[in-house]
């Protein structure tokens, strides 16, 4: 069975400083992974997704992530925190090669930019 | 429009009420999707709809009945709720619910409050 960890449930950066949000996912093939940012009163919106290629993944607003099969992890990075980041961040996984559309998500870690 | 909306955004209903969410999706998809949130727990999957076929119930309790007319169109009936239903109910929709086609697009949510 898949599954989502996200490692923090809170992290807290300075404005300016590299942002690190960490996913770990466990699954027994190659998943499709992704990243939701979710603004208060808001929806989730994808930030960026892996799903083959290259594993390195850029997406909006300067974030990207990087897809390692040795680690099953698929960290968020971004190199300069905004004060405009501030939000919760989900990790997902999906399984398509197994026919199953479902997103298995993670509990979430809210980020907290400091001036 | 654009996206995927949801009306209402916020509703305070009775145990004894009987109120209706709705989502509309205007991205041409063929599937729509009911999730949960609630504080401190993954997102929790519902229902799908997949060409106005129910394709997923996820246990979900029968005070939850969920009606898809086209694919455009999703609405989730409330009847006899709990307070512990009181979440946050997303709604999001994909071009499909197989492979690479199931990136899933959502809407900003109905905060609902049972008292």
């Known amino acids: 069975a898949q599954s989502v960890t996200q490692l923090g449930s809170h992290v807290s950066v300075s404005e300016g400083a590299l942002v690190l949000l960490r996913c770990n996912y466990s699954?027994?093939?190659?998943?499709?992974l992704f990243w939701y940012v979710q603004y208060p009163n808001q929806g989730l919106q994808l930030l960026l997704k892996y799903t083959t290629g290259a594993t390195l993944v850029k997406g909006i607003n300067g974030f990207e992530a990087e897809f390692k099969k040795s680690e099953t992890s698929f960290h968020l990075t971004k190199p300069s925190a905004h004060m405009s980041d501030a939000a919760e961040y989900f990790c997902a996984v999906s399984d398509p090669w197994g026919g199953t559309y479902k997103y298995i998500f993670g509990t979430g870690t809210r980020l907290k930019v400091l001036a | 429009e654009t996206g995927v909306t949801q009306t209402p955004r916020h509703l305070v209903m009775g145990m004894t009420n009987k109120k209706s969410l709705k989502c509309e999706q205007h991205?041409?998809?063929?599937?729509m999707y009911w999730y949960k949130q609630s504080a401190k727990k993954p997102l929790e999957l519902m229902f799908v709809?997949?060409?106005?076929?129910?394709?997923e119930n996820n246990s979900v309790p029968s005070r939850f009945s969920p009606e898809c007319p086209n694919s455009s169109h999703l609405f989730l009936h409330l009847h006899t709720l709990q307070p512990e239903d009181s979440a946050l109910y997303l709604c999001?929709?994909?071009?499909?619910?197989?492979?690479?086609?199931?990136?899933?697009?959502f809407g900003p949510g109905t905060r609902l409050t049972v008292l």
């Open positions: 709809y997949n060409f106005k076929e129910q394709t």
């Open positions: 699954s027994s093939v190659p998943p499709y």
């Open positions: 999001a929709s994909s071009r499909s619910t197989s492979g690479s086609e199931n990136e899933q697009f």
């Open positions: 991205l041409g998809h063929n599937a």
